[in-house]
């Protein structure tokens, strides 16, 4: 991203708050807005799996049905959003270009609009624009655009400690931009803010998110040499474990170069010793 598409989108962002700030009705004295937006992580707490939603198709749909052995990408969002929404999902799907990993293989992605009135064929429309950008082989199989009633959207809200807010004036939801990932089994493993995301977290989130089902012997090594941390939403990298792994590495080093030398003098005093058979027998 540019600077100034950068700066665009920050001060699009800071105009939609204001606004909301301004005009949101319903909300206590002193009670900002960021309040009521917040996003409260719920490590490990366990998806609602018997939850029902319609797919972008229009069927009935269990998020039980979508879990399929594989972690999950899970986002909060709505289709008409006119702004935050988008960029969200433009940055997940320039993280998830990056990957190696791909949608309907290694993991699945489940979008969930938190706007009741919002119909599968909006979701439709949305999905067909996202796969073709993406154009992966069995992304559309991976991929999940959902629309479901007000009681069922807040439920999961709630699990995933998802707060959002609607404004009648502007017909429009006040929301945080986040991600988060889940394991096979729908606890939630991590969670990632903003609206760009980082290729390598989110490959190391789905690898730690499988319990290393997926992923290579490179990717288990780098986890032991990075640690997410929650308040930042981010991998850093763990520079208690990074000099272990110095030290085992130093310790192999040495250990390898001292029986190397072991072997070394053992043949050379071999060789010395049937020089010295050899000029006896003369």
């Not at 699945?108 to 706007?115: A, G, H, K, R």
């Not at 310790?251 to 010793?273: C, E, F, N, P």
């Amino acid at each position: 991203m540019s600077w100034r598409r950068g700066l665009s989108t920050f001060a699009t962002i800071v105009a939609v708050v204001g606004c909301f700030a301004q005009s949101t009705p319903g909300s206590g004295p002193g009670e900002s807005l960021a309040a009521r937006i917040a996003i409260k992580q719920k490590l490990d707490s366990q998806i609602p799996l018997d939850l029902t939603f319609k797919n972008e198709s229009g069927q009935e749909v269990s998020l039980a049905s979508l879990y399929r052995g594989k972690p999950v990408i899970l986002s909060l969002i709505y289709y008409k959003c006119p702004m935050l929404c988008n960029q969200v999902l433009n940055g997940l799907l320039a993280a998830m270009k990056v990957m190696k990993f791909t949608a309907g293989n290694e993991f699945d992605v489940v979008l969930v609009s938190i706007d009741p009135r919002e119909t599968p064929e909006v979701a439709a429309k949305k999905k067909e624009a996202y796969i073709e950008s993406y154009n992966r082989e069995g992304a559309v199989d991976g991929w999940h655009f959902l629309t479901g009633t007000e009681s069922d959207i807040q439920k999961l809200a709630d699990v995933v400690g998802f707060q959002y807010t609607y404004d009648e004036k502007f017909d429009q939801y006040a929301h945080a931009a986040a991600i988060m990932v889940t394991t096979p089994g729908g606890k939630l493993s991590k969670y990632f803010y903003g609206i760009e995301f980082s290729a390598r977290d989110l490959r190391l989130a789905l690898v730690e998110a499988s319990e290393n089902r997926i992923g290579t012997l490179v990717d288990a090594a780098t986890l032991y040499c990075f640690i997410y941390d929650p308040s930042t939403g981010s991998y850093g990298l763990a520079v208690f474990r990074l000099l272990q792994a110095a030290g085992i590495l130093t310790l192999l080093i040495l250990g390898t170069s001292i029986v190397i030398m072991v072997r070394k003098d053992k043949r050379r005093k071999s060789a010395d010793a049937g020089e010295g058979i050899s000029e006896g027998n003369k």
